[in-house]
């Protein structure tokens, strides 16, 4: 999923707030970065995600902002990454951790969802 830019460079996890037609901002939005020759690009597999939410904003009139990292799970996992200063991993490391922390996340959601049907059965 990580890549090395055009001038040979890895390129590294970073974050911004993107504007789309100058109404719809989606911050916290998970790039990577070039830094030696300033690109940057969309993580490919979050493109479509960001495309769709955008849409939905339009549809919605929902002029302003919308923290990405509160709407996509990946989005979250990668931010939690960041924070925690990991994302100057190695590319292959890298993408190890990431596949474990999706894979805890899941868990995590898996034992809410578990919990909450378990809460609903007692309640029903
Ligand atoms: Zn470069």
Do not use: H, W
């Not at 030696?36 to 479509?48: G, H, M, T, V």
């Not at 939905?56 to 996509?72: A, L, S």
């Amino acid at each position: 999923m990580l890549l090395f830019c055009n001038c040979g460079q890895a390129m590294t996890l970073s974050f911004r707030m993107l504007v789309f037609e100058n109404m719809y901002q989606v911050d916290l939005v998970p790039i990577l970065e070039c830094e030696d020759c300033n690109s940057y690009e969309l993580i490919s597999s979050l493109k479509q995600d960001i495309t769709r939410l955008v849409a939905e904003m339009k549809d919605q009139r929902r002029e302003g902002r919308v923290i990405f990292t509160n709407v996509n799970e990946l989005a979250a996992v990668l931010y939690d990454i960041y924070k925690s200063g990991q994302e100057q991993l190695e590319v292959s490391s890298f993408e190890a951790y990431l596949m474990e922390k999706c894979e805890e996340r899941i868990n995590l959601l898996l034992d809410l969802y578990g919990y909450a049907r378990k809460a609903g059965t007692l309640l029903g």
